[in-house]
């Protein structure tokens, strides 16, 4: 009797731990069915099922184990909605995790693989917040929650987190100061906290072993710690940080002074030093009113100014706001194609921008600025001679010094390189108060006069054109500077997109589209007179943080010679354009023309890793785009058919139009913006 009991006591535990019809843990089984259930059972999990199965010894897509444990669950990107379920926890032998990339939605649930190494739910739609069963994971080395709707303020929940190297909370609307318990993230090397609401000081990361540390776009206050400013790659702005110096009185310093030998001073002592500090800086006030009146009664008119050049020298960092496009982050272009894209990955994300064969700054024709250095910029009584003589004072730009753009770059440092192109290399410049901007050092041979190149470009004001925040010319470095833009380029978000970049939407393309082409508009139609750009593609197109499109390289073909030119072996250029000088608008709208097609099929314009007859897109796509079939089939497969077809179609039409062979059948930029508004409401 006791022998047929203890057998089936043995069957009972067959059955629960080893499923009838394979060798997958019951637990793991189970698990991973709920989750199925709650991901709406989606097809595109191959393998899986709502009951039954053999996750360990059949093919379950996205399902790797060891034995007959579950080891890893890889299911980024499928386009997954619904929930992960409730029974994660059962997954006990799980350490790798990622459903990123999906359309998941929902808190995330309580309890998640309890023993995993790498857990990745970025670029979903979870809300809610951190679960803080997450506390007790204390061989977590990587979490990324970016790009979610998480809100509400972080628990003191990271103590036992001393494995953790990466952690990545951006866009996000979580608010609050950060927890205390971040400094006991003793290995994090990597953290990004931008664009959330976090408020408050950031002390309490100062040390960290941190590489790369990003809290842009949020409200945090106070001071950088010293610390922090030797981060190889830190982003800072988009807050109220304090400026200048930490004072000795400040927070982060009450805890080491304030006491006296004796102990800490009494609040009597306290009180009289500050009335003491009163009457003194009361009696200072005077002397130096008495001083300067005196002054000004014996000196000439002349010297009741200050010299203006001298104090641009010695003021502190204030970049020019535009004000029309805010304060963005934008990138300079650069030859490389390689690129480290925000702000997601290194949301830095810094993009490579090819700067070859730009506009020429004389293409421009831009009333040049008044002699007169009291008179606006935009006086329309303008001198129309301008020439190298004249005062830097009369161009719409700032004047950065030498040293204060040296000290930014690390003296230039290849350490702070972004990339090189054909006329010098542009530089990621780190000043004192948290600002990054990038520095452009043109070493061009080009006899065009610098200032006049700066003040033709510098007038140019339209939201999707890029802006000119400043300038150095001191020594013989003639040097831009630009907002610096971590979202980077078209071209990167087409063509060099990675686990932290988001598809464009078609809603988003046509955006961008219409963007450009208003930029185009206006250089062609609202100047006067028209500019041509000659150098449009989508590395070109820088897009902020809301993904607006900004047009840049307008002006600087000048520092290019004609002789240098390269053939076009990117696809973009009008069949007449064989020289420089060729360029017209007719060529301008032919490369816009391009572009539509790079954000409707999502190829580059010229690949040669395709077969000879795709490997330019215009020669490939022009003859389909009226082909209803084969226009369906051409379309960017990360758009996953989620597009009205009736503005796609009336897109491809744009395009037809804009890629013709003859320069005189294409149509107005301003015909192309009424045609994609058009487009625009499907």
């Known amino acids: 009797m006791m022998d047929r009991i203890f057998l089936g006591f043995c069957s009972l535990l067959l059955v629960f731990f080893i499923p009838a019809d394979g060798k997958t843990q019951a637990l793991d089984v189970s698990a991973l069915q709920v989750m199925y259930n709650s991901l709406n059972s989606p097809s595109q999990l191959t393998g899986w099922r709502a009951s039954g199965g053999d996750p360990c010894g059949e093919d379950w897509k996205g399902i790797t184990c060891s034995g007959s444990s579950v080891t890893e669950i890889k299911l980024s990107g499928l386009g997954l909605t619904g ?209 300067l009146f005196a002054r000004k009664s014996s000196s000439s008119h002349s010297s009741q100014f200050l010299d203006e050049e001298k104090i641009s020298q010695n003021r502190p960092f204030t970049p020019l706001v535009s004000q029309e496009l805010g304060i963005s982050n934008i990138s300079l272009p650069n030859d490389k194609e390689a690129v480290v894209p925000a702000d997601a990955d290194s949301s830095e994300h810094s993009a490579s921008i090819d700067i070859n064969s730009l506009p020429k700054a004389d293409s421009l024709n831009l009333k040049p600025p008044p002699s007169d250095r009291l008179k606006s910029f935009e006086d329309t009584d303008i001198d129309s001679k301008f020439n190298s003589s004249k005062s830097v004072d009369s161009v719409a730009a700032t004047t950065y010094s030498l040293g204060d753009l040296q000290e930014a770059t690390t003296n230039f440092a290849e350490s702070c390189l972004v990339g090189e192109g054909s006329i010098g290399c542009v530089y990621k410049a780190k000043f004192s108060d948290g600002k990054v901007l990038a520095v452009k050092k043109i070493d061009s041979e080009s006899n065009q006069d610098f200032i006049e190149v700066v003040s033709s470009i510098s007038k140019l004001r339209h939201p999707n054109i890029t802006e000119i925040l400043g300038y150095c010319s001191e020594r013989g470095y003639r040097l831009l500077v630009y907002d610096f833009m971590r979202n ?69 073909a000048t520092f290019f010679s004609e002789c240098s030119l390269k053939d076009d072996v ?113």
């Open 83 to 291: 929930s992960m379920g409730y029974q994660l926890s059962s997954l006990t032998s799980v350490t790798y995790f990622d459903l990123s990339k999906n359309n998941l939605q929902g808190d995330i649930p309580y309890q998640l693989p309890p023993n995993a190494i790498h857990i990745n739910l970025a670029l979903n739609s979870f809300t809610g917040g951190i679960p803080y069963s997450t506390s007790q994971m204390s061989d977590l080395e990587y979490l990324n929650l970016g790009n979610n709707q998480l809100s509400g303020q972080l628990s003191d929940m990271f103590g036992q987190l001393s494995k953790l190297n990466m952690l990545d909370l951006s866009f996000n609307s979580l608010s609050g100061n950060l927890p205390k318990s971040f400094a006991s993230l003793s290995s994090l090397e990597t953290m990004r906290l931008q664009n959330n609401q976090f408020k408050g000081p950031i002390n309490v990361l100062e040390n960290l072993p941190l590489q790369e540390l990003n809290v842009a776009d949020n409200k945090f206050s106070g001071w950088i710690p010293d610390k922090m400013k030797n981060i190889d790659d830190l982003e800072t702005e988009g807050n109220a940080w304090s400026a200048g110096p930490a004072p000795p009185g400040s927070e982060r310093e009450k805890d080491h002074q304030g006491h006296t030998s004796h102990g800490r001073i009494s609040k009597q002592a306290a009180k009289g030093g500050v009335i003491a500090a009163i009457v003194v800086s009361v009696l200072a006030l005077a002397v130096i009113l008495l001083v």
């Open 570 to 682: 990117e696809g973009y250029s009008a069949p007449e354009c064989t020289k420089q000088s060729a360029h017209t608008s007719k060529s301008d709208v032919y490369s816009f023309g391009v572009v539509m097609l790079e954000l409707l099929t999502g190829r580059k314009p010229f690949d040669s890793s395709k077969a000879k007859a795709e490997q330019y897109l215009v020669q490939w796509a022009t003859p389909q785009l009226h082909d209803i079939d084969a226009l369906d089939k051409m379309v960017d497969p990360a758009l996953r058919g989620l597009y009205p077809p009736k503005s796609l179609s009336r897109f491809a039409d744009i395009i037809a139009l804009c890629v013709q062979v003859e320069p005189e059948f294409r149509p107005a930029m301003s015909d192309v913006v009424q045609s994609l508004v058009r487009s625009q409401r499907g």
């Open 488 to 556: 980077g380029s078209l071209y990167n978000f087409l063509h060099l997109s990675d686990d932290y970049s988001k598809p464009l939407t078609w809603n988003t393309r046509i955006k961008i589209a219409l963007g450009v082409a208003r930029a185009l508009e206006y250089l062609h139609e609202g100047c006067s007179p028209s500019a041509v750009h000659t150098n449009i593609k989508s590395a070109n197109i820088l897009l902020d943080t809301e993904l607006k499109p900004h047009l840049c390289g307008c002006g600087f």
